[in-house]
């Protein structure tokens, strides 16, 4: 099992910056077989949506919709993926999830919100 601790959420204006950090931990063997950590969203009314993922390797890929503004980072040796979130706007407000894979297995966290008032 892997457990998955979110932070960083809040509320900001418009505009505004916000980092997310999310902690895996667990047995060293789940640990270092995690392979895509990210961060998905979802706000009242509509589906959960991924917002980005980082590869153990380095490799990272970010919705449309965030990119130049969003950066998402993995720190391996601290189980850590963290999401910069700048020039947040309204539509930004959301439940943000922490994931990480390992296979076929999905695990997430509880979920940090993030309110950005315009």
């Known amino acids: 099992q892997v457990q998955l601790v979110e932070s960083g959420g809040g509320l900001v204006q418009a505009g505004g910056s916000l980092r997310l950090s999310c902690t895996a931990s667990?047995?060293?063997?789940?640990?270092?077989?995690?392979?895509?950590m990210g961060w998905y969203r979802q706000s009242p009314g509509k589906q959960r949506e991924l917002v980005a993922a980082?590869?153990?390797?380095?490799?990272?890929v970010h919705a449309d919709s965030v990119k130049g503004r969003f950066t998402i980072s993995r720190d391996n040796a601290k189980n850590t993926v963290y999401l910069q979130m700048n020039s947040l706007k309204p539509e930004d407000t959301a439940v943000y999830y922490c994931?990480?894979?390992?296979?076929?297995?999905?695990?997430w966290g509880k979920g940090t919100l993030v309110t950005v008032s315009s």
């Open positions: 994931n990480a894979n390992q296979g076929v297995v999905n695990y």
């Open positions: 667990g047995s060293i063997f789940n640990i270092t077989n995690i392979n895509n």
């Open positions: 980082a590869s153990r390797g380095g490799t990272t």
